[in-house]
């Protein structure tokens, strides 16, 4: 586990590090820094690696099928987990759960990890995260809107377009100027570092974590039960090596910064998500190099 640490964890620490850093020395606008990544750098990394990528078709409608069974289990899980707990809480761990943080720390994780082959899994398993969070969010919070005010946020995301734009190309088989490419990927390129620096900056200006029964739940299903079910579900699939591998590298991850902006947006357990946010990036840095150390025996599974 330690070489997993040292070359996969670690850069990504010393990034975020550098964020949270900055935040306790300066006063940092997240929103700002959250509508560059959002808006400017991570559509231009979906269009870049959309244009290079070497997964087909085929390979990606799988895995993206995958993703959604499995983030669809993550909800009947923590709701099984917690049904106790009162109608506004379990919503909260339920969709802990089931956002993980495949941006700005399931990229830069998988390109450690997998390499470039590795990266074009995690941008197809991000790009899926971002139509769930931005559909299941609002329904599992409760939102006026539901799923349908969600789809309407979804579509008016950049990164929505530059898939699209991304997926006409291939279909053609449409030339890109040469200027146009090296400037999308020179955009590209930043996107990891930014969001690594926004991490570290959410993390530092981050207050105390409440440690209740309902944190420590989500926390628990998000970072040991979904690698375990998403090996499980995996397999049952159909997927096979590299694929299996990119999509239990991405249940490994915490639970995502989104969760915890649509839970204040939409007035639900704000607090709760909150704390399994931090919580969980945490624990994520270990039980992240445990999955990495493993990825190879997964990728000769089946």
């Known amino acids: 586990m330690f070489p997993a640490l040292l070359n996969v964890v670690l850069p990504v620490v010393l990034v975020a590090g550098v964020g949270a850093l900055l935040a306790r020395r300066f006063t940092l606008s997240q929103d700002t820094l959250g509508k560059v990544s959002l808006n400017g750098l991570t559509p231009a990394l979906a269009l870049s690696s959309l244009l290079g990528t070497s997964v087909s078709a085929q390979a990606g409608l799988h895995l993206a099928a995958a993703y959604f069974v499995l983030a669809l289990s993550g909800v009947l899980l923590a709701f099984l987990a917690a049904h106790r707990a009162a109608s506004v809480t379990r919503r909260a761990v339920m969709a802990s759960v089931a956002i993980g943080n495949n941006g700005n720390f399931g990229l830069p994780i998988a390109l450690f990890a997998l390499g470039q082959p590795g990266l074009d899994q995690a941008v197809v398993i991000f790009l899926c995260s971002v139509v769930l969070t931005f559909t299941l969010g609002p329904l599992l919070y409760g939102s006026a809107g539901g799923a349908r005010a969600g789809l309407k946020a979804v579509l008016r995301l950049p990164v929505v377009w530059c898939i699209a734009a991304a997926l006409l190309v291939r279909l053609l088989h449409l030339p890109v100027p040469l200027g146009l490419r090296r400037g999308v990927d020179l955009l590209g390129q930043a996107?990891?570092?930014?969001?690594?620096?926004?991490l570290g900056i959410q993390i530092g200006q981050a207050g105390r974590i409440a440690l209740t029964r309902p944190v420590l739940t989500a926390v628990g299903l998000r970072v040991l039960a979904m690698p375990a079910l998403a090996l499980g579900l995996g397999l049952l699939l159909g997927l096979r090596g590299l694929n299996l591998q990119g999509?239990?590298?991405?249940?490994?991850?915490?639970?995502?910064?989104?969760?915890?902006?649509?839970?204040?947006?939409?007035?639900?357990?704000?607090?709760?998500?909150?704390?399994a946010v931090a919580l969980s990036t945490?624990?994520?840095?270990?039980?992240?190099?445990?999955v990495v150390t493993a990825l190879p025996v997964i990728g000769r599974l089946g």
């Open 191 to 198: 996107a990891l570092p930014m969001v690594l620096l926004s």
């Open 282 to 290: 945490f624990a994520s840095l270990l039980t992240a190099a445990l």
């Open 247 to 275: 999509l239990v590298l991405a249940s490994a991850m915490p639970t995502a910064v989104n969760a915890f902006l649509l839970a204040r947006e939409y007035h639900a357990d704000a607090e709760t998500v909150a704390s």
